[in-house]
């Protein structure tokens, strides 16, 4: 039981890749601020802008702001909504698909667009019934009628790592403030994951990102470096260890109970032995005495794994 159930959690944690598209190439950023205590906080939009200019080894880099709600009324109770604001390439980095609809395009995130929303499966069965017309029509978010553009899949989760303060599961998404382009570089709030062209490499790409915050260091006067991590190694790397730890010891308790079932069954063909002597004075062969053991062994197998 100890070795199904850490087997089966070392195989979610560390072994199955992200379910996204390629998740080999998705990057996760930080800003490193270790000179004020937090080696690992959120980008300002001038940084997430630099990074999209100065890079070659990522094909794109998507933000995702994620520490607040919004009010959906209109039809039915009045309820707060765990929300993102999102650069509108963010699901398209992220390589996940909607299960109705489409996620947001550039124009969605342009200044005067019509306001859209995307919709987390939870939320669309609940508070919408499951009904598919809902992609297309208006909702008041925010008391402000709010097209619905799409619904994400029922199994749709975030991935992040667990200190970037992103929950795995909200309920709408909603493309960033229009006038986000003019914040200035030391409003820090995104989270930003990136996107490998094919061929890069982590190192690669390590050291490019690097190289463009030493450039803003020096046009800026002020310190700037970034931590660039796979995804995938960010996101469990904090239980890595003690999950690989507790494999090791169910693994080592796996095998003393193997050494135990040998050493019985062992004991059992010793005592054995005068039988099998008469089976084969009776004219047993050998072949089916070692069918015999064969099918025996199998019996015991199939009760041990049941």
């Known amino acids: ?21 390629d998740p080999d190439r998705l990057l996760f950023i930080w800003l490193d601020r270790s000179d004020v205590g937090y080696p690992r906080g959120p ?9 999209r200019d100065g890079s070659r080894t990522c094909a794109a880099f998507g933000g995702i702001w994620a520490t607040g709600t919004v009010a959906l009324t209109g039809e039915g109770d009045p309820e707060q909504l765990r929300a993102g604001l999102v650069t509108t390439n963010f699901f398209d980095v992220l390589g996940a698909e909607p299960a109705l609809g489409r996620t947001f395009r550039a124009e969605d995130g342009a200044p005067g667009a019509t306001p859209t929303v995307l919709l987390g499966w939870d939320l669309f069965e609940r508070r919408f019934g499951g009904d598919p017309s809902i992609v297309g029509q208006r909702i008041r978010v925010n008391d402000q009628p709010t097209t619905v553009i799409g619904v994400m899949p029922r199994a749709f989760r975030l991935l992040l790592p667990a200190d970037s303060s992103v929950p795995d599961r909200l309920q709408v998404w909603q493309p960033l403030f229009a006038d986000v382009e003019s914040w200035p570089r030391g409003s820090l709030f995104l989270r930003v994951v990136a996107r490998m062209r094919p061929g890069a490499t982590v190192a690669g790409a390590r050291d490019e990102i690097a190289s463009i915050a030493e450039r803003i260091s020096g046009e800026t006067g002020g310190r700037r470096a970034f931590t660039t991590v796979a995804l995938q190694d960010d996101d469990v790397r904090e239980i890595r260890g003690p999950l690989l730890a507790l494999f090791a010891g169910v693994g080592i308790l796996l095998a003393i109970a193997c050494v135990n079932v040998a050493g019985l069954l062992i004991a059992r063909a010793a005592s054995r032995s005068k039988e099998t002597a008469l089976r084969l004075a009776l004219g047993a062969s050998r072949a089916r005495l070692i069918r015999q053991s064969l099918v025996e062994g199998l019996l015991l197998t199939a009760a041990g794994v049941s």
């Open 43 to 51: 980008l300002s939009w001038p940084d997430l802008k630099d990074l």
């Open 1 to 21: 039981g100890a070795n199904t159930a850490i087997f089966s959690v070392v195989q979610a944690m560390l072994v199955e890749p992200l379910p996204y598209r």
